[in-house]
T-cell receptor
Framework: DTEVTQTPKHLVMGMTNKKSLKCEQHMGHRAMYWYKQKAKKPPELMFVYSYEKLSINESVPSRFSPECPNSSLLNLHLHALQPEDSALYLC?????????????FGDGTRLSIL | GNSVTQMEGPVTLSEEAFLTINCTYTATGYPSLFWYVQYPGEGLQLLLKATKADDKGSNKGFEATYRKETTSFHLEKGSVQVSDSAVYFCALSSHSGNQFYFGTGTSLTVIP
């Protein structure tokens, strides 16, 4: 069982829809991450939150909007996505933002944009 | 700059065969090195890590040794099982801990 829970597992949406991806962890970790993973590729970092504040945005388009309501929750709000945004979206957490520490990943949300 | 170069796949082995997946790195200072595994339909899991030269990480029969002289962190397992079929990612974090790099991943299929 994964200690990082992501919902939904699958999402199909049109280009004009607004939806949100959710991530939750109860390990007391203070850093949380969003990654995008295309088929047969490694994950690409999108955002990093440290102590509930956005610390890294890897030049992600504004149609992706992250939110960290508290230390256990991380959301990714989606609006006006493009077909090329179809991918597996992974959430991860670690004790702090020091990347020498292991990251714990959820099983991801598989997103399809019609 | 920092980077990770990983053996191209896919790799197909028979059950009980010996596995090696090569990983080399470029980094300044003393990075930490990781192997993550991604089973079909799942997220990534940390398989093992090493934080300094000559450290050996091990887990579930897998091993990798941090070799500074050859800048390598090759993954090995003496006898693979069908359940080891997955994608394996070598990864590096910078000495300062503020940068992280995945390799391209190596797909392993083990056949009975």
């Amino acid at each position: 069982d994964t200690e990082v829970t992501q919902t939904p597992k699958h999402l199909v949406m049109g280009m004009t829809n607004k939806k949100s991806l959710k991530c939750e962890q109860h390990m007391g970790h203070r850093a949380m991450y969003w990654y995008k993973q295309k088929a047969k590729k490694p994950p690409e970092l999108m955002f990093v939150y440290s102590y509930e504040k956005l610390s890294i945005n890897e030049s992600v388009p504004s149609r992706f909007s992250p939110e960290c309501p508290n230390s256990s929750l991380l959301n990714l709000h989606l609006h006006a996505l493009q077909p090329e945004d179809s991918a597996l979206y992974l959430c991860a957490s670690s004790q702090t933002q020091n990347l020498n520490q292991p990251q714990h990943f959820g099983d991801g949300t598989r997103l399809s944009i019609l | 700059g920092n980077s990770v170069t990983q053996m191209e796949g896919p790799v197909t082995l028979s059950e009980e065969a010996f596995l090696t997946i090569n990983c080399t790195y470029t980094a300044t200072g003393y990075p930490s090195l990781f192997w993550y595994v991604q089973y079909p339909g799942e997220g990534l899991q940390l398989l093992l890590k090493a934080t300094k030269a000559d450290d050996k990480g091990s887990n579930k029969g897998f091993e990798a040794t941090y070799r500074k002289e050859t800048t390598s962190f090759h993954l090995e397992k003496g006898s693979v099982q069908v359940s080891d079929s997955a994608v394996y990612f070598c990864a590096l974090s910078s000495h300062s801990g503020n940068q992280f790099y995945f390799g391209t991943g190596t797909s392993l299929t083990v056949i009975p």
